[in-house]
T-cell receptor, first 112, second 111 residues
């Protein structure tokens, strides 16, 4: 049982480039989330999904997009990368809203 | 919007000393969760508290939920180097199916 799997683990982007962070879970969870973590700032919610075909903005959605075509996958798209998007990104899932979160191992992204 | 505040931001203790981190919410919470993140790792769920005044123990860790359900604490007795990491509290975000995380308390334990 793999849980929540994120790829890649590390990535360096140039300003203006685009990329997709992949996230997949094998626990049949309906709820999936993307957080970013900056030093000393905790975890900030970017986007979340309560089921396939349904997504919604979190606290800091600007510069990102998501899709949820299947229960398992919840990719995060960065268009026109900016230095402010340098961060560690975590994908998470839960059985239901407000239930405990299972996190992936994270993606460390640098935009230079 | 809802705010969840944690203090202290950072604490450095000698192995064997006790440690406490506090979490305060601007609104009443239906439950509160605690997570631990080891350096370079990802947050891992520790516990969820639901009832007013609830106290739960996990070995050397004691978790409390306030009577008004607006604050919580995590106390570690006789810290060990394996306790090093950042401890986060998180509460449900009213109106959303999500959690709001505090900024965390980073614990460093010196042998």
């Amino acid at each position: 049982n793999a849980g929540v799997t994120q790829t890649p683990k590390f990535r360096i982007l140039k300003i203006g480039q685009s990329m997709t962070l992949q996230c997949t879970q094998d626990m049949n969870h309906n709820y999936m989330y993307w957080y970013r973590q900056d030093p000393g700032m905790g975890l900030k919610l970017i986007y979340y999904s309560v089921g396939a075909g349904i997504t919604d903005k979190g606290e800091v959605p600007n510069g990102y997009n998501v899709s949820r075509s299947t229960t398992e996958d919840f990719p995060l798209r960065l268009e026109l990368a900016a230095p402010s998007q340098t961060s560690v990104y975590f994908c998470a899932s839960s059985y239901a809203g407000y239930e405990k979160l299972f996190f992936g191992s994270g993606t460390q992204l640098s935009v230079l | 919007g809802q705010q969840v505040m944690q203090i202290p931001q950072y604490q450095h203790v000698q192995e064997g000393e006790d440690f406490t981190t506090y979490c305060n919410s601007s609104t009443t919470l239906s439950n509160i969760q605690w997570y631990k993140q080891r350096p370079g790792g990802h947050p891992v769920f520790l516990i969820q508290l639901v009832k007013s005044g609830e106290v739960k123990k996990q070995k050397r860790l004691t978790f409390q939920f306030g009577e008004a359900k607006k604050n919580s604490s995590l106390h570690i007795t006789a810290t060990q180097t394996t306790d090093v990491g950042t401890y986060f509290c998180a509460g449900p975000n009213s109106g959303y199916s999500t959690l709001t995380f505090g900024k965390g308390t980073m614990l460093l334990v010196s042998p």
